[in-house]
Every structure is written in structure tokens, then in C-alpha cells.
């Protein structure tokens, strides 16, 4: 069962904001099957979407494709596409990006929302990590309880020690009986997934639950970042 911290108000969804497709699969996919398996209703917002010229049209399309399966076999029970610019973020007005996620926030009145780590090297991570706690702001009539950030491969990884937000993670959630789901669902991004040992392959990502899962002596586990509880 999901421990006490985390079943607090148990019919409020959980949103796990993504900013690109992919990233809520390699951060927290253990986590979304394991709610989901648990009955919660689970919530994806991809922030940003391909745009020509930078992406083309078939990208787009299969990327997109991708996103349906591996949510489908998470046990997603619905992706919001906000469709700001992928790799552009920095140029469009950030004001409307907090109110994109806040309107998702409010509609959706979430218990938990994991976001992107902000120490991570993309500037689009960043950008949706702020945006995130803006929506998420307390003075909210039915605000967030929780929020905690994830690690993306590839990214998190990636910042400069020392320089940036470093990721150490203390909130950590035992993926053990559905880690093979979650890499059963990042295979299904088929486009993304690299041959070990980069970052982005299934050896790497199973190799990272690993570790995190030894650090609580478990088989697996995904390690997040508590960033506010109110309990």
C-alpha cells in the first residue's frame, strides 16, 4: 500500500508535469504505475510539443503516438498537452506558462504534483519546475499538499556541481513490483531510447532504480526531491 505521507485525501489525482514527453516515464513512470495499480487517478501535463522546423511533422506524430502507448500502459488516466514550444520555452512569455499549469492545477485540484528537478541542465526543466510551484502556491483554497521533483537522465545529471540545484533526493518510493512496467513503457518511446550505456537506454534506467532501491534496501525504487508536505 502507499505509505501514510502519500494517501492523504486518497481521491485527490496525482499530476506528474512533464516538459517533454518522456521525461514523466524516466523520472517517475515506477511511480504513476504503482499509483495507478493503487486506483489513484493519475494526471500527465506535457508542457512543450515539437514545432516545425526545429521537429518535423513525423516526429511530431510519433512522438505523440509514443506518449499514448507508454501512458496507456502506465495507467495514465489522462495527458494534457499544454503545447508551448519545445527547446523555446526561454523565448515565450513565462507568464503564460504559469497560467497554463495554473489552470490545470486548479481544475484538477491534485494531492501530490511532481515536477522536474530544477538543477537540471535543460532550460525548459527549469522553466516548468518554476512555473509548477507557481501554480502550486498555498494560497490556493485547495492547493497542492505535496510537491516533490524527480530525476531525468540526461539531464539531472548533466547540471555543474557545485554551481547548480543538486539532486539529492530524500523521499524515496519503492517501485519494486512495477519497475518492469515502467521499462516496458519507456521501450514504447521507442524514438528516445539509446543503446546502453547511454543515459537514455532501458540498462541505464533499470541501473538508477537500482541504486535508489539499494539506498532503502530494496529491489527498486524512484528517488525524488520533497520540495513542500502539509500534513
Same mark, same amino acid.
Given at each position: 500500500?502507499?505509505?501514510?505521507?502519500?494517501?492523504?485525501?486518497?481521491?485527490?489525482?496525482?499530476?506528474?508535469?512533464?516538459?517533454?514527453?518522456?521525461?514523466?516515464?524516466?523520472?517517475?513512470?515506477g511511480?504513476? +504505475?504503482?499509483?495507478?495499480?493503487?486506483?489513484?487517478?493519475?494526471?500527465?501535463?506535457?508542457?512543450?510539443?515539437?514545432?516545425?522546423?526545429?521537429?518535423?511533422?513525423?516526429?511530431?506524430?510519433?512522438?505523440?503516438?509514443? +506518449?499514448?502507448?507508454?501512458?496507456?500502459?502506465?495507467?495514465?488516466?489522462? %495527458?494534457?498537452? =499544454?503545447?508551448?514550444?519545445?527547446?523555446?520555452?526561454?523565448?515565450?512569455?513565462?507568464?503564460?506558462? &504559469?497560467?497554463?499549469?495554473?489552470?490545470?492545477?486548479?481544475?484538477?485540484?491534485?494531492?501530490?504534483?511532481?515536477?522536474?528537478?530544477?538543477?537540471?541542465i535543460? =532550460?525548459?526543466?527549469?522553466?516548468?519546475? =518554476?512555473? #509548477?510551484?507557481?501554480a502550486s502556491?498555498?494560497?490556493?483554497?485547495?492547493?497542492?499538499?505535496?510537491?516533490?521533483?524527480y530525476?531525468?537522465?540526461?539531464?539531472? &545529471?548533466? &547540471?555543474?556541481?557545485?554551481?547548480?540545484?543538486?539532486?539529492?533526493p530524500?523521499?524515496?518510493?519503492?517501485?519494486?513490483? %512495477?519497475?518492469?512496467?515502467?521499462?516496458?513503457?519507456?521501450? =514504447?518511446?521507442?524514438?528516445?531510447?539509446?543503446?546502453?550505456?547511454?543515459?537514455?537506454?532501458?540498462? #541505464?534506467?533499470?541501473?538508477?532504480?537500482?541504486?535508489?532501491?539499494?539506498?532503502?534496501?530494496?529491489?527498486?525504487?524512484?528517488?525524488f526531491?520533497?520540495?513542500?508536505?502539509?500534513?
Amino acid at each position: 500500500m502507499i505509505p501514510p505521507l502519500l494517501s492523504r485525501e486518497p481521491d485527490r489525482p496525482i499530476l506528474v508535469v512533464a516538459p517533454h514527453p518522456d521525461d514523466e516515464v524516466l523520472g517517475a513512470g515506477g511511480t504513476i +504505475a504503482r499509483f495507478a495499480a493503487e486506483g489513484r487517478p493519475v494526471h500527465v501535463a506535457v508542457v512543450t510539443s515539437g514545432r516545425a522546423p526545429r521537429f518535423s511533422e513525423d516526429q511530431i506524430r510519433t512522438v505523440r503516438a509514443e +506518449a499514448a502507448a507508454a501512458h496507456a500502459h502506465l495507467g495514465v488516466t489522462e %495527458t494534457h498537452w =499544454l503545447d508551448f514550444p519545445a527547446a523555446e520555452l526561454s523565448d515565450h512569455p513565462h507568464g503564460a506558462l &504559469n497560467a497554463g499549469l495554473g489552470a490545470l492545477v486548479s481544475d484538477l485540484a491534485p494531492g501530490l504534483v511532481l515536477a522536474p528537478h530544477p538543477g537540471d541542465i535543460h =532550460l525548459d526543466h527549469q522553466l516548468s519546475f =518554476l512555473s #509548477t510551484l507557481v501554480a502550486s502556491r498555498p494560497h490556493q483554497a485547495a492547493y497542492p499538499p505535496l510537491v516533490a521533483a524527480y530525476e531525468t537522465l540526461s539531464e539531472t &545529471n548533466w &547540471n555543474a556541481p557545485y554551481l547548480t540545484p543538486a539532486f539529492a533526493p530524500n523521499l524515496f518510493i519503492d517501485i519494486s513490483a %512495477t519497475l518492469e512496467v515502467k521499462l516496458a513503457a519507456f521501450r =514504447l518511446f521507442a524514438s528516445q531510447v539509446r543503446p546502453a550505456p547511454h543515459e537514455r537506454s532501458v540498462e #541505464t534506467l533499470k541501473a538508477l532504480a537500482t541504486l535508489r532501491g539499494g539506498t532503502i534496501h530494496r529491489p527498486a525504487a524512484e528517488g525524488f526531491v520533497l520540495v513542500r508536505a502539509v500534513v
